[in-house]
């Protein structure tokens, strides 16, 4: 654990994008002066999510309606009584994020679609950045953790400095520096307020300001950039019309109770290996092995995949065609190239299916050719095929 007390901002631009560089897994804890506390989660450098501030369920919900729901949440209680899954799913299991937890239950019971959930966790991600900027004093706290699982998505920490910096550099422009987002504007004098403005405009402002709803909510309600939404409350509130009012946040979901899971046995059976850089698929092919009684290994670091093959040696394994900076081709050339690989079966997932990518695949020594999105009928096949020529030839 590692401690840097009165960090500013330029610091801690400058510490997520150390993190970036050394590629680090864990969380980045945050504290403001104002005692505001929030959760960054990282993966290999990369963001996979972030939490906390002032409204993190109402952030939640809202941005679950608004990616998710196309603006309209369903009742939240149903919403988690029909999440099978979440019965098993604790706030302990994964860093205290159980909102992430309940959003990939949904994402599995097909609730919900895999690019809804990606914009969700990308907005809330510069959400939550956006809110530690404003800060002024922040104080932090790294923690070497194992990551989020499953990672739904791994955003580039500058690209999300970038957005986050970017909302701010206008929210200073406007001149608003000072109001918080999370902040809910309340009319405190209707009758000169009537005075003022159009009956129209009053009916409209009177629905909207009635101290229950936050600028963020009120964004987006009426479909407008949020700094436009408060720069046109500016004169209201400078005039002693519109106050801006400090809100509770919503109140925690009710869930139903935690059932004990007995433990399961830990499976004996031979070891297979998936490098693939989407989380997804390894979550799939762990899901399709382990249920056959299989170890599963998962490597979604390409630039590591040797290495890490190496130390654990499984008995096969998929490959995928298509990763960053390397390709499927390239590193099963170089597994063959190992004595300890020289006779491991090697699959190659990919989702183009072509001959020349099956002639290629066969050149580099790759034992079969697997088309994508993968069937678990047709990967246990193929797995118990070639473990079984294994042992025939032992």
């Known amino acids: 654990m590692m401690t840097a007390p009165n960090v500013n901002i330029n610091a801690f631009t400058k510490k997520l994008m150390e993190l970036k560089q050394v590629r680090f897994s864990g969380r980045l804890l945050l504290k403001s002066s104002l005692g505001q506390e929030w959760t960054v989660y990282l993966c290999l450098g990369r963001i996979l999510y972030a939490n906390g501030g002032i409204h993190p369920i109402r952030r939640w919900q809202r941005n679950l309606a608004v990616y998710c729901f196309n603006g309209k949440l369903p009742p939240m209680d149903n919403l988690v009584k029909s999440l099978n899954d979440f019965s098993r799913l604790s706030a302990e299991e994964n860093g205290g994020c159980w ?37 002024i004093q922040i ?31 206008a929210w200073q422009a406007a001149q608003i520096a000072d109001i918080l987002p999370d ?49 046109s409350l500016v004169p209201y509130i400078e005039g002693g019309l519109v106050d801006l009012a400090n809100i509770p946040d919503l109140p925690p979901l009710s869930v139903p109770p935690t059932r004990t899971i007995p433990p399961q046995p830990v499976s004996a059976g031979p070891l297979i290996a998936c490098v693939d850089d989407s989380p997804l698929v390894c979550q799939t092919m762990e899901k399709i092995l382990t249920s056959a009684g299989y170890q599963f290994l998962a490597v979604q670091d390409s630039m590591r995949a040797i290495a890490t093959l190496l130390s654990r040696k499984p008995e096969l394994i998929f490959l995928d065609l298509v990763m960053p900076n ?27 299916d072509g001959i020349i990518d099956r002639v290629r695949a066969k050149v580099v020594g790759a034992s079969d050719f697997l088309s994508k999105p993968v069937d678990a009928a047709t990967v246990l096949e193929v797995t118990n095929r070639y473990l079984q020529q294994a042992q025939a030839a032992e």
């Not at 504007?185 to 629905?207: F, G």
């Open 183 to 231: 902040q809910a504007p309340v009319i405190q004098n209707h009758y000169q307020l009537q005075q003022k403005v159009s009956p129209t405009t009053y009916k409209s402002l009177s629905a909207l300001l009635n101290g229950q709803r936050t600028l963020r909510d009120i964004a987006v309600q009426t479909r407008r950039n949020i700094t436009d939404v408060t720069r």
């Open 139 to 169: 104080t932090g706290e790294i923690q070497p953790d194992v990551a989020l699982s499953p990672q739904l998505v791994l955003v580039d920490v500058e690209q999300a400095l970038a957005e986050a910096q970017k909302l701010w550099q």
């Open 326 to 352: 390397t390709n499927g081709y390239e590193i099963c050339s170089q597994l063959r190239k190992v004595s300890a690989f020289r006779d491991t079966p090697i699959v190659i997932l990919t989702g183009n």
């Open 99 to 135: 909102e992430y937890q309940l959003v990939w239950a949904a994402l599995q019971q097909q609730m919900i679609g895999r690019e809804q959930v990606v914009k969700m966790i990308q907005a809330t991600i510069v959400e939550v950045l956006f809110d530690i900027v404003q800060a």
